[in-house]
Each structure stands twice: as C-alpha cells, then as structure tokens.
C-alpha cells in the first residue's frame, strides 16, 4: 500500500497563549474525497492555513506525496499541487474572468522577458494553451458567456464556481475547498456535490473539504474527520462518524 | 572627569531635548494611525504651523511691550494650540473624513497633497526664507568645571523637558480618566465596535486630530525658541522623523511614541557629535528602515498575525 | 436653514482662526528683531470673504444640494461611439494618428515649443514607468525620484570619469538603476501599503543627501556640469566638431542652425517614450503584467495559486526603476548639468500625482495627465507662485471627487476559441 497523499500528525498551533490546534491527524490517500467537521470554532480553518502555509505550525509533521512540507511558504505547497479556495470567496474582483484563470496558470507558463516581448513562438503557443484550457474550464463551469465580465460583478454562485476553475487550471494533485457550499441554495449544493465528484472520477483529483453541509459531507466523502475545540474527536467512514456518541454530543446534530 | 564624559553629557541632553519635542509630534501620528489606520502625512506641516503662529505671537507680544517669559511662553502655547487644533480639525474634516473606509491608496495621496498644500500657502503667506528669532532666553546651569570642558543644561533645555513632561502627563490623565479619554482607547481598540455601541466615532476621531495638532504646536512653540530659525520646509523633515519615532516606539502606542522620540533625539544628537552633522537626516531614516525590517511592530508594540 | 446655523457660524470663525494669523499678518526681520507687519487690507478682505463664503455655503446647504441634484447630467456619449472606440483597429489608428502628429509637428513650431515637449516627453517616460509600480503592482512608491537621480547621475559620473557616450550611459544608467531598484526593493517589499510608502521615501531622501554630501565624488551641492549631449552616430550637434568627430550640419550640407540640436533632443526622447510604451503595452499582455495586477488585487490568493509575491513585487519595482534610470539619463543628457536640488521629494510627488489623476494602470490616460502636468504651469506662467498650492489641492480634490482617475484603466479584450 502506497503512502498517503496527504499524511497529517500531530499537529498543533499555537497562538500566544491559545492552543488553537492540538495534535490533529488526517490522511488522504490519493482519489479520496476526506471531510473535515466540527463544531463553528473548532479550528477548522486554522488547520487548513497549517496545511496549505500560511500559518508556520507549531508542532507536527505535514508529509504530502512523503515529502515533509510542514512550514513551508504557500506558494512553494501550491506550486507542489495543493491549492485551496477560501472561505470568502477571493477572486481578482477587478478583472475579467478569463484573466483571472490565465493568472492561475502563471507558474506553468511561458514567463521569459524576451519572449514576451518579442512574441516568439513558443510565448504564442503559451498563451494559446493557456487560454484554451481557461475556456475549457469556463465551459465546464457554465462560465462561458461572462468570460471577459469583471470577476466582481458575477453572482455568488457563480464566483464559487470561478474560485473552483481557478484551482483546476492550475493542474493540482490535492484540491483543498474551504466550505464550498457556504451560501448556496440546496439545489447549487447538488451542482456542487456532483462537480466535486467529477473532479475525482475525471481528472484524477484528491479532495480535502471543510464543511458545515452535513447533506454534501455524508453523500460525497469517503472519510470524515471530526475535530472539536483544535483536538481530534473521531476519523472513519461517513456512517462510522454518524453513529459516533461523542460527534453526536459535539454537535447536537446538523443532518 | 575627562573632557570626553561632558562631550558625551552634551550630546546626551542636547538629544534629549529634541527627542522630547519629536516625541510631541510622534504621539500625534501614533493616535491617529492607531484610531483609523492611516498616517496623517500633513501633520509635519501642522507642526511648522505651530512654529510660525508661535513666533507671530511672540513678535506681537514684543511689541505690545510684554516681557515677562511666563507669559510670552504661555501666550505663544495657547494662541499655536489653538490654531493648530483647527487645522487639525479642518484638515480631517475635509481631505480625510470623505475618504474613510476602502482603498488604503488614496487618503495616503490625499494626505500628501495636503502637505504639499499646507506647506506652500505657509510660503505665500510668510516667504520661503528663514525667519530667525533673537534668543529669548539664555544661560543655563554649567555642569563640570567652570574653566576647561564643560556641559551646559540651558534653561531653554530645561523649560523644553518641564513643558514637555507636563503635556504628556495631562495627556495621559485624559486618556486614563476621563470619559472621553476612554472612549479615545476603545476607538483605537475596535473603531467599528464603538461605534455600533453608540458612541460618537465621528467625534472622537475629530478629538484625536486635535488633540495630536495641540501637542504638535507646543513642540513647534518649543523647538522654534530653541533653534530661533523656522521656514515652511521644517515639516517634512520633523514629520518624517517623528513618524520614524513613532515606529519605533510601536505605532498605535502612545508610551511607545514618546520612548522612540527620546531613542531618536539621542541617536542623532550622537551622530552629529560623533560622526557628521550632515549626516545626521540619513539617521532617522536608516533607523525606520531597519525597524521596519526587522521589528515592525517597533519597540512596545504587539506582532500582528494575518488573517485567512 | 435655522438649525444649519450653528454649523454655519462654527465653520466661518474656524476659517477666521485659520486664516487670521497665519496670513493676516506678515513676520519681518527688521536687523535682529522679528516685527510684524500687517498683511494688507486686500488680504483682510479675502479672508473676510472667505469666511463669509463659508458660512453661507454651511447656511444653504440643504438647498444647494437640492440644486445640485436638478442640474441636467452631461450627455452621455452614444453607445455607437464607445463601441467603435473600444475597438482594437480604432486603438491602433489613434496610436498611428498620434505617433505621425508627433513627428510631423516640430517642424511647423519654434524652438522653445520643441524643447518645453521635450520636457514633457521626459514626465511621459517617467508616468507609465511608476505605473508600473503603483498603478499595476500596487505598491505605493515615493521615492521614484532616487532611481531618476541614479540613472542621471551614473551617466553624469561616467561621462566626467571615463569619457563615455550617451548610448552607452544610457544602458549604464539602465542598469544602474535597475541594481538600485533590486536592492531596494529586497527589505522593503515583505512590508504593508502605508508603510512601504514611507520606506520608499526614507530612500529617495537618503540618496538625495547622499548625492549632497558625498562631495568627493558627486561634486555634492554644486552639481555636475558639462555632460555631453547626445549624438547622432559620432554626429555632433554643434557649430564647431570637436576633436576628430564631424558635426551635423556639416555632414548634410546645410547650414548650421541651433534648433537641430532641439529637434533632435525631441526625436531622441521621442523614440525613448515609443520604446517605454511599446514594453509596457507588451508586459501588461504577458504572465509578467497579469501577476502585477493579481498581487494588487489580492496577495493572499495569489500565494494560494503559486505565486511567489516577493518575486514579482521585484521585478515591478526593478522594471519601474529601469524607466526612470533611462529617463534620468536622458534629463542629464538635456540639461548638460545636473545637482541634488533637481531630485527632491516633490518630484517623486509630481509624478505620483501623474499616475493618480491619469488612472492607476491606464497607458492612455497617464500619458495624458503627464502632458497636462507639464503644460498646464508653463501656461498659466502668471500663476507661478500658486502653482504648487493648486497642484496640492488638486491632489486632495481628484481623491475625493474622482479617485479613479481621468481614464480608468479598461481591461483588455480577450478573444477565446472553443
């Protein structure tokens, strides 16, 4: 059996005085789809600023494809292949949608001075590449038509959708979604579940979501890990977690 | 005790007493960034307004025939506080409070344009040339042997640290007792949160304007008796170094500006003493820089952490 | 109207206050003494109107506002118009029709018109290079005018040192600038807006004292003189040919006229100016440009998608001073001599102001606050000494009234094939 994709122990932030995290693990093993749950406060989200570097953590160890990455910059683990969305969604508001995928796409392309400048071949099929995977995207992502609208003026629905293309043209290994379906009617959140799972079925995708949607969580995940007040509560299967006395006491149920 | 020690004592109170004056001005930038974020670039300028008001008021004084010094000092503190707080007012009221909220960019620029604008009328009003000021008060105590080497204690030097020290201690009783002092702390603290409490934000804001101004206006009464020269350029120059104070000290804490002001004072009266006096500008700015660098949030100041 | 009465009055004795010592009585060195002499009844009475005007204005202003409100707007442009005018075949006639006007124009105008363009020429290099820096990338940089100074001053020293040409301190001063901007920008760029705005500052000033007191090597307050003026392939634009080299006027066979050497100063900043907008029109068309404009937009996404934010605030701040090296090089080559005086702070601020009321990112439209900048105080020549208080107060005005400039940036229209 391989390593992980993602292999999390111990791990622990702290805050001054204040123990954010204490000693969480989780694992992602590669085409998995892990939620990670808990109560608001709980320290969701300063796990996922561990895990994708924005936050130095203050113990434990972050291996991804076995290599150690725990402390490193952001944009070196994006760089890597985990790339996040956040929970308020943070697109480039000023400008246009397709702009905001070429961006993404900054690191796989061609980025030489003179290139550019002097529009060689290789910079024209670059850009050519990069814009026809952001069209494929947009596409995909019902996104077409507002392709040269300002990021800004699209509806919410439709900046979620945007943040996710976004992720994707940057050809990760590990999506990391902060709540997702954060402001979506039930039947966007259907749309959503179904994406997400096409992300894994079709383009090879591991996913790490936070979440508060128990519908989405229990119908799309293949683990759920429950975290309470920054120390783990219970790791296993959605049915596994459900049936958990101490997740249903944490809780007092979101079904 | 050798020549070199009085040498040392010179530049040591000759550092303290500017320090003290940049600390006045620094507590003016450090309130205001602490209360709305932004640095008030137009404050140098208040403060070469407080030296100019200060000497029209003395030459006026002269010729009304008064030369008592306690009231000459006094007449030229109320007359510069005065009008500096409404500078200080209007320049709030009109180039920043329209600008409040969003892009941090513009009340920057906003700011600039008034200095340059502040600075300029000052130079139509008065002329660009240096006004200088016969010395109203002299001598000082002498400390070491009276033949040979010596360092003096001017009374000017010691007026400067009474006036100075008196400031801070009214201003810290305001911030510390009274009401509106309280509501000054809880503004700096969570200007939103106050004002969703009820209380007048729009107000207090005006209040630390005015009161930074005042403090800005004792410093430019006191500094311009003690150099006896002032011209519309001297507000660059102090504003830069009392914001480099006030960094230094932890921007957002008022002890902090005023332990930056006297570290500054100090390290550039050392400079000129011991290095260069030309040089001696480079060192504010050098010391902002390397604390920026390496300790933003300046001396007594708390690290920030960033929010995702 | 009653109940704005107390405003009213407030607002009219605050102006008093203001207004009143300040410049209604005038300090006068008489010997030693300092005396005061009144200002004038003539200032009196403008200060009287001021407060007046105030007061009233604070007395009606609910029934102003109501005016305000019903004065018709402006007519809009029709809807043809700006959808023709967006296209990129209009663009690129406008540019043609520009370029073609530039060049055709010193030929029909004196010789003073040429050099005040020339002039301007300079502040359109110098605009869309600390575009670059604030307008695109964000970063709120006030102390352009050390890497002016740099570029000036490497191709000043080298030319009183070592003897070389203007091309070659041309790309010297490039170079140099762009070190100094690397440099530079190294410490500085890991700190937030306001505070890399002051930072930036603290080294324009340093260099400028720098520059000052460094008098062994900078010659300090008394400048450098006698630097050599461009030349057209070892052409001189001279009445007489220095050793060896042949003049202009000699070459072609005509007379020797001293507006050749004006005309040629303007077509060499010219080509400098088309070199400066042909780069950055390409940049912002490249990955380069788009990582400026996302870091502007929002650092911490940009780190999420693998942008490394210290790399590219670099390479704006060292691409910026690369421009304003070149600039700098060109100001000396003009001017023949240059000091410290030309390289203070206000510079740094005029040409902030350029980008600012232009439009953070637009070409166009800092292109044209940068001609309206120059002229407008050569025009209004009577307005002299007024003329950096209005400059002040139109800064503060723009931001509150038009923070987003002349010609707001527009985004580029990007074709995509599914």
Partial sequence: MSAPLLDVSGLCMRFGGLLAVNEVALRVEKGQIVSLIGPNGAGKTTVFNCLTGFYKPSAGSIRFRGEEVSGMPGFKLARKGMVRTFQHVRLFRQMSVVENLLVAQHHHMNTSMLAGLFKTPGFRRSEKEAMERAAWWLERMDLLEFANRTAGTLAYGQQRRLEIARCMVTRPTLLMLDEPAAGLNPRETADLQELIAELRSEHGMSILLIEHDMKLVMGISDQVVVINQGSPLADGTPEQVRQNPDVIKAYLGET | ?308 | MLRNLKPAVISAVVVVILSGLLMGVRLSQQGTSLVLVGAGADVAVKIAGAALFIFLFNLFRDQLAALWHRVPALPRTPAAFSVLAARPAAHRLLWCFLIAAALIWPFFTNRSNIDLATLVLIYVMLGPGLNIVVGLAGLLDLGYVGFYAVGAYTYALLAMYFGIGFWTGLAAAGAMAALFGFLLGFPVLRLRGDYLAIVTLGFGEIIRILLNNFTSLTNGPNGIGNIPKPDLFGLEFSRRASEGAQTFHEFFGIDFNSVHRVMFLYFLALVLVLFTLFVINRLLRMPVGRAWEALREDEVACRSLGINPTAVKLNAFTIGATFAGFAGCFFAARQGFISPESFTFIESAIILAIVVLGGMGSQLGVILAAIIMTLLPEVARQFDEYRMLLFGLLMVLMMIWRPQGLLPMKRPHLELKT
């Avoid at chain 2, 700011?111 to 300029?120: E, H, R, T």
């Avoid at chain 2, 207090?204 to 519309?232: Q, R």
């Avoid at chain 2, 550039?268 to 010391?287: P, R």
């Fill in chain 2, 1 to 308: 005790m050798p020549d070199s020690f009085y040498y040392l004592l010179q530049q040591l109170l000759n550092g303290l007493t500017v320090g003290s004056t940049y600390a006045l001005i620094a507590i003016g930038y450090t309130m205001v960034y602490g209360i709305i974020g932004m640095i008030n670039f137009a404050h140098g300028e208040v403060y070469m307004i407080g030296s100019y008001i200060a000497f029209i008021v003395l030459a006026a004084l002269a010729l009304l025939g008064i030369e008592s010094l306690p009231l000459l000092i006094i007449g030229a503190l109320v007359c510069s506080m005065i009008v500096t707080s409404a500078y200080g007012y209007s320049i709030e009221r009109v180039a920043y409070r329209p600008l409040r909220g969003g892009n941090r960019l513009i009340p920057l620029i906003s700011a600039i344009g008034m200095s340059i604008f502040l600075q300029n009328l000052v130079r139509i009003a008065q002329g660009s040339r240096d006004i200088a000021m016969p010395n109203l008060v002299r001598g000082g105590i002498d400390i070491g042997p009276s033949t040979g080497f010596h360092a003096t204690l001017s009374w000017m030097q010691i007026i400067i640290f009474v006036v100075t020290l008196i400031s801070m201690v009214l201003l810290t009783l305001f911030i510390t007792r009274s009401r509106m002092g309280r509501a000054c702390r809880a503004c700096a603290e969570d200007l939103k949160m106050t004002n969703l409490l009820g209380i007048n934000t729009n107000a207090i804001i005006a209040i630390t304007f005015i009161i930074g101004a005042a403090l800005a206006a004792v410093a430019g009464v006191l500094l311009g008796m003690y150099y006896g020269v002032i011209n519309p350029y001297i507000g660059f120059m102090a504003g830069l170094k009392a914001f480099t104070a006030a960094v230094l000290g932890g921007i957002g804490s008022i002890p902090g500006a005023v332990l930056g002001g006297l570290l500054l004072g100090v390290a550039e009266a050392l400079t000129a003493g011991y290095f260069s006096a030309e040089y001696k500008d480079v060192v504010a700015f050098s010391v902002l820089i390397l604390v920026l660098l390496f300790r933003p949030s300046g001396i007594l100041g708390r690290p920030e952490v960033e929010k995702v």
